[in-house]
């Protein structure tokens, strides 16, 4: 069966410090990846998107850049982080089910706060 | 522009009680709608999926509904418990990698 995972639960960071967040899937090949941010009693926000190694796709300008170095493995960074990326962090993955179209499966999401 | 709206923002119910939950959206073209629930701190998990040919899934004591021709879609909640306290969240997605997410609605069931 498939599983994702994103480490860590979560984060506090100083203003102006660097990120990283990790978010891994077993269970599955080429999967697309996804980054989603979910500000607090706001809906989820895709920030990034990869159909496969190396590619990535930003969905808004911001802070915050991705990378996918393997094939199941989604990487969330920042060089310096500011107030505003303040929020709950949710990596999934999708696979086509014939019918339905991309179904989404989220990790257990990291909450980073920025002080 | 592609919006999904949720009603209501919060609700409160007592235990054993049904419960209906809201969702309109302009989303345009129209692929599917899912219902995900979301527990405090956690994920969203995918409770139903309806494409545009379907009127009505169920899963467990959910059933979720679909009136394409109006883009509104209900999730509604049978017997509630306890463990149903979480965020509904409503996803339309209109195709490809987009997916659009409704802001939730955050359900108290109380004892």
């Known amino acids: 069966s498939q599983t994702i995972h994103q480490w860590p639960a979560t984060l506090v960071q100083p203003v102006g410090s660097p990120l990283s967040l990790e978010c891994t899937v077993e269970g599955t090949s080429n999967p697309n990846l996804y980054w989603y941010r979910q500000a607090a009693g706001r809906g989820l926000q895709l920030l990034f998107y990869?159909?496969?190694?190396?590619?990535i796709s930003s969905e808004v300008p911001q802070n915050l850049s991705a990378s996918r170095p393997q094939d199941r493995q989604f990487i969330l960074s920042s060089k310096k982080l500011l107030l505003s990326d303040s929020g709950f962090y949710l990596c999934a993955w999708s696979v086509l089910i014939a019918g339905t179209g991309n179904e989404q499966f989220f990790g257990p999401g990291t909450r980073l706060t920025v002080l | 522009k592609n919006q999904v709206e949720q009603s209501p923002q919060s609700l409160i119910i007592l235990e054993g009680k049904n419960c209906t939950l809201q969702?309109?959206?302009?989303?345009?073209?129209?692929?599917?709608l899912r219902w995900y629930k979301q527990d405090t701190g956690r994920g969203p998990v995918s409770l139903t999926i309806?494409?545009?040919?379907?009127n009505t899934k169920s899963n467990g004591r959910y059933t979720a509904t679909l009136d394409a021709d109006t883009k509104q879609s209900s999730l509604h909640i049978t017997a509630s418990q306890l463990s149903d306290s979480a965020s509904y969240i409503c996803?339309?997605?209109?195709?490809?990698?987009?997916?659009?997410f409704g802001a939730g609605t955050r359900l108290f069931v109380k004892a």
């Open positions: 996803v339309v997605r209109p195709g490809g990698f987009k997916t659009i």
């Open positions: 309806m494409t545009f040919s379907e």
């Open positions: 969702c309109n959206y302009t989303v345009s073209p129209f692929s599917n």
């Open positions: 990869s159909v496969g190694i190396g590619q």
